[in-house]
DNA sequence: GGACCTAGTTAGGCCAAACTAATTCAAGAG
DNA sequence: CTCTTGAATTAGTTTGGCCTAACTAGGTCC
């Protein structure tokens, strides 16, 4: 375990992301270069590195596109138990609110030793997701899959509470924030528009409507039928 | 405030530490290359740029060592409060012990947002000193100044209290726990063997004695008289 | 004053990670 | 089957931070 240069740490975090939310296994060139911020041709040179680093971290094919091998896609995963964990612990211990967190966790994630990622964990209790509602990889890197759909694809008057949002746009989170469209919200799709126009989205429980681009509604991610959690 | 390296930071921060552990006031290029584990012509190379950074960050002549200028002065002091700060969090609120803070507070003093750095001053009271004695400067970058001496400069049968160790080796700070010569311990010297041969330090209140070789007390540092804390 | 030593400097290179500009590939349209 | 077009790659630079090796400034000792 040479250590890595953060560089490579966001590379293989980037391409374990798209790999999870596209549903093709092969990322392209140009889908890692905007989700990195950098030019295409400086993504194609690190990838050549990637795949001739010992172990092997991706498994990479002109003009196809990369994969994680094994090795990369459990260095991925370490860094995201760094990223997620990082993200509970400012929001649970620091005050921070879940559209702060993403930017200090991305700086953070790199630097932290085993050590303290083991403390953190401990001292949150072993948590299982992030305040986002993504899933946080265990020590060993296992991940618990779960039944998500978008919200998008969520049937009319088919109630569901909110698992998952993107952390990635921190203005988005907080507008739903506002919306009280926050993590576990019971809720249910009262109409679809047509057109990728607007969803309306009813709060179980409650009168309040709310009409929500289908942009936004990309980024939210539901489990059918309510939460484990009584309403407080 | 154009956000600047870790090595920027990391000189500027050595520089800082040297001119006030030392009493000349310019430091030389070799004492820095030590302390940062680097060779002298990298030093030289990157002292000349950070003298033609604008703000000028360094007063350097060639052959005669630099000294801060006051910007960066002001930059070594807030990373100096990052880390003292990290150092102080660490040791209360995720149970590092004081021999264990200065690594992870070297990586992670340099990613932390001043207003991460905010909520961890407030959390914790806007401490004085980190777990070693070490005053934190404030955010404008006042640090106070204390009337300190090396343990070594103690007269004997003068009592004092231990104000601060240096935090450079975790083993020695491991050592000085086992012997009870913690942060605030009361002492007295009651012997200096000649010949830079060991002190024998008198715990007050105790029977205890340690002899104490030259090279640990050189890194010891004491205030007269009794700390304003009861004992408990 | 010349010889000598050490700290400090210059010169020249290396590596990682980015960039721009120019070229090549792949895959769908006609 | 060829053409076109957008994606991807190559080639060539740049920048930052480090290295080694070779040279120089300045002080010490006889």
Redesign the interface.
């Known amino acids: 375990m040479t250590t890595l240069s953060p560089a490579v740490e966001d590379y293989l975090k980037a391409i374990y992301e798209i790999q999870s939310e596209g549903d093709q296994d092969r990322v392209s060139t140009s889908a890692l270069a905007d989700c990195l911020g950098v030019a295409r041709a400086s993504v194609t040179g690190m990838l050549k590195k990637l795949n001739a680093m010992d172990p092997k971290l991706v498994n990479y094919i002109r003009y196809r596109g990369v994969q994680l091998t094994p090795a990369g896609e459990k260095i991925a995963l370490e860094v995201l138990r760094h990223h997620r964990l990082i993200e509970l612990y400012?929001s649970e211990?620091?005050?921070?609110s879940w559209d702060?967190v993403h930017?200090?966790a991305d700086?953070?994630e790199?630097?932290?030793?085993e050590?303290?990622e083991d403390?953190?964990a401990t001292?949150l209790g072993h948590p299982q997701v992030d305040p986002h509602g993504a899933p946080i990889p265990d020590r060993d890197g296992n991940i618990s899959r779960r039944e998500e759909v978008q919200l998008t694809q969520l049937g009319i008057h088919q109630p569901a509470h909110i698992s998952r949002v993107s952390d990635h746009d921190p203005a988005m989170l907080r507008y739903l924030q506002e919306l009280g469209l926050t993590l576990n919200a019971q809720i249910e799709v009262t109409e679809k528009a047509p057109f990728s126009g607007p969803l309306h989205i009813r709060l179980i429980g409650t009168e309040i409507v709310h009409a929500l681009g289908r942009q936004v509604a990309d980024y939210i991610f539901v489990t059918l039928g309510s939460t484990g959690r009584k309403k407080s």
Chains 1, 2 share one sequence.
């Open positions: 400012l211990a620091l005050g921070y702060e930017q200090e700086n953070l790199h630097v932290i030793s050590d303290l403390r953190i001292l």
